[in-house]
C-alpha cells in the first residue's frame, strides 16, 4: 500500500471515555505494541494493523522502551510509520511510552531512578521521531529508588514538555495512593494507572478500582486477553503463527493447560450465547467495571482488531450471565 488516507468516519462508531477526572478522553478500546511491531514482523503488517485501527477510531498506541525483538524496535518502527503515514494526524493521536524495566547494562538503564527515566524518555522520543508524548509511564515500582525521586522525574517530565501527562503502571494500591499524593503535591496530577487485568487475573478489584476512584485516576489495563488465552485461539492446539508458539517468551506451551481451555472452552459457550466471540466477551467483561477507561489490547492482524472493537456493540451482562462466569472462573485448577 503506498498512500494511507483514513477514513473521513473513523470517529462515528468507537465511544472515548474521560480518564478520571482529567481532560483528556481515550477510546474504550486501545492498542499495544508489545509484540508484532518489532523487527522480527513483517513491518507490512504492522503498518496496516495502524490503518485499521486508526479507522476504526482507535486513538490511542501503547508502546514502551524496550518493546519489540530487540527490545526498542517497535519504537522505532512505529516511528517510520507515524512519519509515513500519520505526519499530519499527531494531534488526533494519543501516544504512550514507558521506562522502568530493564533496557541498557550497568545501573542506569533499569528501575526508577531519575537518571534512567530522564534519558530513557529522551532516547524513546529519537526512536519514535516524536517531539513529545502524550503519557509517559513508569512501567513497574522500584523497590530501592524513593518514590520522592521516581515522582519527580515524572513532575520534571511534565513540565519539560517531553510528555503531557504521566502515569504507572503495576503499582499496588499503597503505592498508588502514595505516588498520587507525591504528584498532586507537586501540582502535577497523575492520570492513570496501566494494571493487568482479565478473567483470569483480577487482583485490581481487591482495591485498586477505589483508590483510582478516589484519586481521580483512570485505568486502561493490558493483557485482557490474559496474551490470548482468553480467545478461541488455542481451543483445537497451538497455532503455529500464535504468540504461544512465538519467540518472546511470556506466553509459552506450558501456559497454555488442559483446564484452563476447559474454562475457555466453557465461557466461550456463554459468549457464542451472547452472540460475540470469547474475545469480544473477554473484553467486554473487563469493561463492565465503571473505573475502566479503555481496554489495551495487543493483536497481530486486522482482523483480531476489528473484532475487539466490535465488543463495544454489547457491553451489558445479565447478572445470570455473571454468575455464570464467577462460577467457571472460581473453579480450582490442578496444580
Ligand atoms: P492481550 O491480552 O490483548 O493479548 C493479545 C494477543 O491475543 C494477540 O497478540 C493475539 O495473539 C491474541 N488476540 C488478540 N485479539 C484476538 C482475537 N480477537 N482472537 C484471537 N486471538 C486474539 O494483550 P497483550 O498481552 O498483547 O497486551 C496488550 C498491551 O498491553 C501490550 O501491547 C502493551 O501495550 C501493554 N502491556 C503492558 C504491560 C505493562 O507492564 N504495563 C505488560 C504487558 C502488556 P496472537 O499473536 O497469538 O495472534
Redesign the pocket.
Known sequence: MEFYLPDINRYDNMPYQRVGRSGLKLPRVS??????FGNSNPLENSRTMLHRAFDLGITHF???NN?GIPGGTAEENFGRIIARDFRNLRDELVIST?AG?NMWPGPYGDFGSRKYLIASLDQSLKRMGLEYVDIF?H??PDPETPLEETMGALDQIVRSGKALYVGI??YSVEETKKAAGILRQKGTPLLIH?P?Y?MFDRWVENGLMTVLQEEGMGCIV????????????YLCGI?A??????PAG??TAKDIQPDRLHQVAELTEIAHERGQ????MALAWNLRLPGITS???????T???E??ANALKKLDFSNDELLRIDQILGKPLKK
Not at 241 to 246: K, T
Not at 295 to 301: D, I, R
Open positions: 492498542l499495544g505494541l508489545w509484540h508484532n501503547d508502546l514502551a518493546y514507558k524495566w509511564y512501567h513497574r503502571s503495576s496501566q493487568v482479565n493490558f493483557s485482557p486477553l490474559a496474551q490470548g488465552l482468553l480467545t478461541e485461539r497455532p503463527d500464535s504468540r504461544a508458539a512465538g511470556f506466553l466471540s470469547m474475545a469480544q481496554v489495551l489490547v495487543g493483536a497481530s492482524s482482523r483480531q482488531i473484532e475487539n
